[in-house]
């Protein structure tokens, strides 16, 4: 295991960002940046040995600044979407801002993804931390909130712990591209993907969920057995095709919860989570651009796993819920490990 920083850039009023290089024995590397606590690599071998940049990112600070995908970046206070931006907490009703269609995504304008986080190396790990203040975007409650990175053998572990001086809500994730065939080396289509998923949240044409749980049985959600992540991604149902392919989030029932391949490297990534849901983002409304070393990104050239509570589960109390109590310490533990 050893652990370095090096100056990834300066912000715009001064502050320094700088890249964790965190390796594992085998010479995994996994990049994080102090932007957004962003994933910018993850270097694992293919099947000859020969190193592979597994997520999607850019090479300067600049680039994440003005991207809006999200790419690799830790995302909160509240991931995924609140319908319209409201919901009550203790009886009080909260507005948030609306940046979806009509719902508020991923924590709004400025979300965790857009912070930079202070980052320090403690023993073989590197912990970041910021206090998203009370009324930030909206959200009731000082939040104290760390998110810690670190491999544990071939694992990189994503450990997310919170602590609010009031009653809160709270869903977070990590917005990781991956294309396991390497970033910018062309579409998902041909990956392998297999999810131990039974039941997925039903949404309406705007991703929002309509409170109904369905079996994947019989619909292109159905990854119980291994198929490729194209195969059904173009259907002509509910599910996808008003999304351009998957962008759902799916009840996880058994672990670890999915298992990928890339068709071309070999390399297979196996995640896990102890979170209730998963969105499966199959890259939809990745937008034409440049990547890291120039590469070339787009539509389907990458899949999420975004480990999760529900999409919008603050107004479906007979979900699992995402308030953080004041007394209450959060923890939470997300994996993906790479074979
Ligand atoms: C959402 C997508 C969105 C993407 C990038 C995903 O988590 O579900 O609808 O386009 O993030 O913003």
Request: aromatic fraction near 10%.
């Amino acid at each position: 295991m050893d652990i370095s920083r090096k100056l990834f850039g300066t912000m715009p009023d001064g502050t320094e960002v700088f890249c964790w290089i965190l390796k594992n024995e085998k010479g995994f590397v996994a990049k994080i940046l102090d932007y957004g606590a962003t994933v910018q690599s993850i270097i694992v071998p293919d099947k000859n040995g020969e190193p592979v940049d597994v997520v999607l990112g850019y090479d300067t600070l600049e680039e994440y600044i003005a991207g809006d995908c999200y790419i690799g970046a830790t995302v909160g206070r509240f991931a995924n979407r609140i319908k319209e931006g409201k919901f009550e907490l203790n009886g009080e009703k909260y507005e948030l801002c609306i940046n979806n269609g009509p719902n508020h995504l991923h924590g709004g304008k400025k979300g965790f993804d857009r912070c930079v986080w202070f980052a320090k190396q403690i023993g073989e790990k590197v912990v970041f931390s910021r206090i998203s203040p009370d009324g930030e975007e909206g959200y009731p409650g000082n939040l104290e909130v760390k998110v810690i990175f670190c491999w544990e053998g071939d694992s990189l572990k994503i450990e997310y712990e919170a602590e609010t001086d009031r009653d809160t809500v709270l869903n977070l994730t990590n917005h990781s591209y991956f294309n396991l065939n390497g970033a910018g080396n062309g579409k998902v289509d041909e990956h392998v993907l297999q999810m131990n998923a039974d039941r997925f949240t039903v949404c309406d044409q705007n991703c929002t969920p309509t409170g109904e749980l369905a079996s994947v049985e019989g619909t292109a959600m159905d990854f119980r057995n291994p198929k490729t992540i194209g195969i059904d991604a173009y259907n002509d149902e509910p599910c996808v095709k008003p999304f351009g392919g998957y962008d759902a989030n799916f009840v996880i029932s058994g672990h670890p919860f999915a298992r990928a391949t890339g068709n071309e490297t070999g390399i297979t990534l196996v995640a896990d989570t102890d979170q209730p849901g998963v969105q499966l983002y199959t890259a939809n409304a990745l937008t034409e651009q440049k990547g890291k070393g120039g590469a070339d990104y787009g539509f389907r050239s990458a899949f999420c796993l975004e480990t999760q509570h529900f999409p919008d589960c603050v107004n479906h109390p007979e979900w699992p819920s995402p308030i953080l109590r004041k007394s209450e310490k959060f923890h939470s533990v997300t994996t993906y490990t790479f074979i």
